[in-house]
């Protein structure tokens, strides 16, 4: 071995042993926090609601014969209970939006709240590279703002837009609703209410407003209105050639 | 295996026990001025919530973004609810509010707050939300 | 033209402090983008990867083609390329990390990149692409080992045949991030991970002649002609390649009636990315560089130069129309109704880049530039260093 290379290995040597007797403290250190924090915390008061389970499926059924052009209460209501500003740049968040369609054919008119469909099989929950858009057993698709690194690719795959980028720093904030810039969102089905056997704000304000064009409701209850109506009359998922399984439906389209 | 657990738990508390040693005047002398608490005991012991309340408040996060449990005995909302400021309903905002006061005083960077609130609701409020406000 | 290793040390200098000024500014860039939010970027709900991608992806594209000549050498036992397989290694080490500097630093909470490290969703291609792109450095730099170690000549070939294997599934896996996307019409198509394969071939090979060339100047390491014909013929077919997979793919949305306004958008009126497409990818970045390697009169160095320099204009070009007008057309939510809404729903999105973005975009080049600089410096990379082809002594970096 030549002199350079041995004294370059003596030195990585040296060099290693330095860093070890240097990192080990520490290591044991966080061992020992650890042992002296309890394996398990004293359990608390009683959840009053969850775990979620998967023997209910949470939807909606939205009724575009009752929607009515022009009116804003589902998309107010939403920015009251979520805590947004409801304002409609491009950068913006919209939970959910009224859009207005016209039949190429026939030339009719109607109009419709569209917002996350809740996907059986959610496109934005495949590609997300960290596992932060997943979806809660009872069928609410979520992001986890803990875990997202705004790479915005679930908004890339989202067939229907439903999702939406905090393209700013954010505040007044509602205590249930966190939401901050460089994270994405969406509509969450109020899950704040549902938990707590509420129903979202938006099918709440549309019945008060004197619509009724917004069913929620458990999709596998057969006994529910939801699912009653869905035997009953025909709906349809949007985009249903993609085979995402929404949980909207929308009756009249 | 188990013989040189013990054997290294044991060198890391003398280990900390000197670095206790060392650093303990000083800082039982000049610890963070805070807000005193709203209401009651908090739902852990404080020493243990000192050093382990990011364990708690992770813990039950997951639980509730992920499984729906509500309320989580842990929750940053029940940290707010007690420490807020009675003068402007706030954890944030000078080096005497509560968390903003103790994270300036470890040096410990604090991003809840980028998402969540850091504003106290109204007590009716957050008693029907079941938060633990005594 | 001999110049002196002095003022070649010189050269290589300031070149590194003018690239390292321009990645300064890119992260400044990246820094004023993180405080304000996205907000300060033409990127909005509807176009919601813009010109940062663009650069990013030409970038990772870029990578997995410059290992085209190791291959070719050490996969393929072309003797006449193994001289400059360490600098096309270095290449796409260089342009891989350039790329991925700039889409980390486009993410919305960039320093959460630990929790994408620590965080895998195996259902995503992009996670994989993680995993991809790191192990292309690590097998980078066990082949760059092999080359330089005489010991280890034997296992050049494993390792080359490894990278090479590694780099195919990558830009497949690179592609596939359009691909996979089922309800873009701009993008679902499984023919988009060829297609960035035959891109990645086209768009390395430019960049290595570039590199090639400039190192040439810079220390005396020239090709000799028929190795430059021979890169230059490759040259030609790769962008002829990538090309016939560009017309495959629009060929196959024309046919579906669904997807003729979105076509008519992006090739006839659906302004600026007709333009951009037609002069910028298709006769700049293609026509004239394949028209400039294979006329006979025009054959010598500055013609290759010039059409590895079109077809990387050409790449950002051909990009642009991709990644951005592809979001811009609307999605068809609503087949068979015409839609409105306060969200862009039926409407076409008007993007236009801001300048941190730009600055961003400019930001990986220049890194991609500086390690490569630095590298073949600091590393025995270029051709001369071998042996006796050197005519002076190798310049202390």
Redesign the interface.
Same mark, same amino acid.
């Given at each position: 071995m030549n002199p350079v290379d041995k004294r370059r290995r003596d030195f990585l040597g040296q060099a290693a042993v330095a860093a070890g007797a240097m990192i080990a403290?520490g290591v044991?250190?966080y061992?020992? $926090?650890k042992?002296? $924090?309890?394996a398990t +915390?004293p359990a608390?008061?009683p $959840?009053? #609601?969850?775990?979620?389970s998967a023997k209910v499926r949470w939807g909606m059924l939205i009724d575009t014969t009752k929607c009515a052009s022009g009116c804003r209460e589902c998309v107010d209501a939403c920015n009251r209970e979520n805590g947004l500003p409801g304002t409609? !740049?491009?950068?913006? #968040?919209?939970w959910i939006?009224?859009?207005? %369609?016209?039949?190429?054919?026939s030339g009719a008119t109607l109009s419709a709240p569209?917002m996350c469909q809740h996907c059986a099989e959610p496109?934005c929950?495949?590609?997300? +590279?960290?596992?932060?858009s997943?979806k809660?057993?009872?069928g609410i698709v979520?992001v986890?703002?803990?875990?997202?690194?705004?790479?915005?690719?679930c908004?890339?795959?989202? +067939?229907?837009?439903a999702? #939406?980028?905090?393209?700013? +720093?954010?505040t007044?904030?509602?205590?249930?609703v966190?939401?901050?810039?460089?994270?994405?969102e969406a509509c969450t089905l109020c899950?704040?209410r549902v938990? !707590?056997g509420g129903r979202p704000a938006c099918a709440e304000s549309c019945e008060a407003a004197g619509h009724g064009a917004i069913l929620f409701g458990d999709l596998n209850d057969p006994q529910s209105e939801i699912s009653k109506r869905i035997r009953s009359v025909a709906t349809t998922q949007? !985009?249903a050639d993609?085979r995402t399984d929404n949980g909207v439906r929308y009756q009249g %389209? | 295996m188990a013989a040189f657990r013990l054997a290294a738990r044991a060198a890391a508390a003398l280990l900390a026990a000197a670095l206790a040693l060392a650093a303990g005047p000083v800082a039982v002398a000049a610890g963070p001025k805070l807000d005193a608490p709203r209401s009651g005991p908090c739902v852990e012991d404080p020493k243990l919530m000192r050093r382990s309340h990011m364990e708690f408040l992770k813990h039950d996060r997951d639980d509730t973004v992920r499984r729906g449990v509500r309320p989580a005995k842990h929750s940053l909302a029940g940290c707010v609810s007690c420490h807020a400021s009675r003068a402007d309903d706030s954890v944030l905002g000078s080096d005497t509010h509560f968390c903003q006061g103790c994270h300036v005083y470890a040096a410990v960077k604090l991003d809840c707050f980028e998402c969540h609130t850091p504003k106290a609701r109204p007590a009716a409020v957050a008693s029907a939300a079941g938060e633990p406000l005594r | 033209m001999a110049t002196s290793s002095a003022s070649q040390a010189r050269l290589a200098w300031s070149l590194l402090a003018a690239g390292g000024a321009v990645v300064a500014v890119a992260l400044g860039a990246a820094h004023y983008m993180e405080v304000h939010g996205h907000v300060v970027t033409g990127m909005n709900n509807q176009v919601v990867w813009g010109l940062p991608h663009v650069f990013a992806i030409f970038l990772i594209v870029a990578a997995s083609g410059a290992l085209n000549v190791a291959s070719i050498g050490s996969v393929f036992g072309e003797k006449a390329y193994k001289p400059f397989a360490p600098l096309s290694v270095l290449l796409t080490v260089a342009l891989l990390a350039g790329g991925l500097m700039v889409l980390v630093l486009d993410l919305g909470r960039p320093e959460r990149l630990v929790v994408a490290a620590t965080h895998y969703n195996f259902r995503s291609i992009f996670a994989w692409n993680m995993i991809l792109y790191n192990g292309l450095f690590a097998l980078c730099a066990v082949y760059l080992w092999t080359l330089a170690e005489r010991r280890f000549a034997a296992a050049a070939k494993p390792a080359g045949l490894a990278a090479f294997a590694w780099r195919i599934i990558l830009t497949t896996g690179t592609g596939s991030i359009f691909g996979f996307l089922v309800a873009r019409q701009a993008y679902a198509s499984g023919v988009i991970a060829p297609l960035f394969i035959a891109l990645s071939l086209a768009w390395g090979l430019a960049v290595f002649q570039l590199a090639q060339a400039g190192f040439a100047r810079l220390s005396g390491s020239a090709m000799d002609a028929a190795l430059q014909a021979r890169v230059r013929r490759l040259l030609g077919i790769f962008l002829v390649a990538a090309l016939y997979f560009v017309v495959v793919h629009h060929l196959t949305n024309l046919y579906w009636a669904r997807q003729a306004a979105l076509e008519r958008f992006l090739l006839v009126d659906g302004a600026p990315y007709p333009a951009v497409f037609w002069l910028g990818y298709v006769v700049a970045g293609t026509v004239v560089p394949v028209a400039l390697v294979f006329h006979p009169k025009l054959a010598g160095p500055r013609a290759t130069n010039a059409a590895a320099a079109l077809a990387v204009l050409g790449a950002l070009a051909f990009l642009y129309v991709f990644i951005i007008g592809g979001q811009a057309f609307p999605l068809e939510i609503f087949p068979g109704y015409e839609a409105s809404s306060s969200f862009g729903d039926g409407r076409v999105d008007r993007y236009s880049p801001s300048l941190p973005e730009l600055l961003l975009g400019l930001g990986g080049l220049a890194a991609a530039f500086v390690i490569a600089l630095a590298g073949a410096r600091a590393l025995p990379i270029l051709p001369r260093d071998e042996g006796p082809v050197a005519p002076a002594p190798k310049p202390a970096a």
């Open positions: 403290p044991f250190l061992d020992y $926090a042992a002296a $924090a309890p +915390p608390g008061p $959840a009053t #609601s969850g775990p979620v409609t !740049r491009p950068t913006d #968040s919209q939006r009224k859009v207005d %369609l016209k039949d190429l054919r569209v496109p929950v495949d590609v997300c +590279p960290t596992g932060a997943f809660r057993a009872d979520l986890d703002r803990h875990t997202c690194i705004g790479c915005r690719y908004m890339m795959a989202c +067939p229907y837009k999702r #939406s980028f905090v393209h700013e +720093p954010t007044g904030q509602k205590t249930e966190p939401r901050g810039k460089g994270c994405v899950v704040q938990d !707590r949007l !985009r993609l %389209l | - | -």
